[in-house]
């Protein structure tokens, strides 16, 4: 069982920035394929970000909608996952959520491709 603890959210004014993190307890996510996904008020849930297991920078897929300002990294010792959120929008405003699956080397963009799911961190984004 994996256990995935997202942090970082916060209240934050438009054109700002935010850096969200997501580690497993006890457990490096260097085996895990990685996503972030966000659910706004009243909306489904849908991806944003994801990273596969060839961790390289180049093994990375992102929504059309966020694309350029959202950047998904791991740090080098492979325990944690960032989402960074640049030039922050109100319609970013939403829970994100990172979730894990352990196996796979293409991208993956849909929820039940993932076993594991962080409990979330709120980012709201004020006008």
């Known amino acids: 069982q994996v256990q995935l603890v997202e942090s970082g959210g916060g209240l934050v004014q438009a054109g700002g920035s935010l850096r969200l993190s997501c580690a497993a307890s006890g457990r490096t996510l260097n085996n895990y394929a990685v996503g972030w996904f966000r659910q706004a008020p009243g909306k489904e849930r849908e991806f944003v970000a994801t990273?596969?297991?060839?961790?390289?920078?180049?093994?990375?897929y992102y929504a059309d909608s966020v694309k350029g300002r959202f950047t998904i990294s791991r740090d080098n010792a492979g325990n944690t996952v960032y989402l960074q959120i640049r030039d922050l929008r109100p319609e970013d405003t939403a829970i994100y959520y990172c979730?894990?699956?352990?196996?796979?080397?293409?991208?993956?963009?849909?929820?039940?491709?993932?076993?594991?799911w962080g409990q979330g961190t709120q980012v709201t984004v004020s006008s």
């Open positions: 990273v596969n297991l060839n961790w390289s920078a180049g093994n990375t």
């Open positions: 979730a894990a699956r352990n196996s796979g080397y293409i991208f993956y963009t849909t929820q039940a491709s993932y076993n594991y």
